[in-house]
């Protein structure tokens, strides 16, 4: 199976701020996230196979703990790295135009200025997730990334519209996962932070 994982918090998450390519580290919670991610797939019924992570140091910091803790190495991805917000990066929403934000909403093939649009994302993340469907249906491999990608990855599953990513929450710290019936992927668990309160 796909287990899709959401980095732990930084503190530009604690401050609500778009955060696509801005590189930031975990915070002091994010690092407690991490640790508590990395026993609850220590300890899953099913042994862990693969580490595959975004370059962004949030989600490569997440993955170091699991890593430490399976002695596997970590796989670094672009195609898993969080969406590129371009001049949007880095400040709160609120502050982007209310039109821009619209249209945004409105049109996947929309994207911010110098960033990109949910089509370019879901392109990249389609690709990585076409190419991981023979090795994650015999093997557990765990995806350290971001909520976009982990959106777009569930939308790959459940084979609907792009605009579902809208209709999505996603988590801190949380955990998803994609199961294969041979090679059609499944949504088997979506959004569960349950190892968070353990």
């Known amino acids: 199976m796909l287990i899709l994982v959401r980095h732990g918090r930084t503190s530009a998450n604690a401050a609500g701020l778009l955060q696509g390519r801005v590189d930031n580290e975990l915070d002091e919670v994010g690092v407690q996230q ?32 699991t890593a430490e803790l399976t002695g596997l190495e970590i796989a670094i991805d672009e195609r898993w790295a969080e969406l590129d917000y371009g001049e949007w990066d880095g400040i709160p929403i609120s502050e982007v135009r209310a039109s821009d934000w619209q249209h945004w909403r409105a049109d996947t093939g929309f994207a911010p200025p110098g960033g990109e649009s949910l089509a370019q994302l879901n392109d990249r993340v ?7 469907t023979a090795a994650a249906a015999g093997r557990n491999i ?38 294969f019936r041979g090679s059609v992927p499944r949504l088997t668990s979506y959004n569960d932070t349950s190892h968070l309160d353990a």
């Open 34 to 65: 991490a640790n508590q991610i990395a026993a609850a797939l220590a300890r899953a019924d099913q042994r862990l196979d693969r580490i595959i992570s975004s370059p962004l140091l949030r989600a490569h910091q997440t993955a170091q703990a």
């Open 126 to 132: 389609n690709a990585a997730c076409n190419e991981l």
């Open 142 to 179: 765990a995806i350290f990334t971001h909520v976009s990608p982990i959106k777009s990855a569930v939308r790959w599953a459940l084979g609907t519209f792009d605009e579902i990513s809208w209709h999505l929450h996603v988590s801190q710290a949380q955990i998803s996962t994609i199961g």
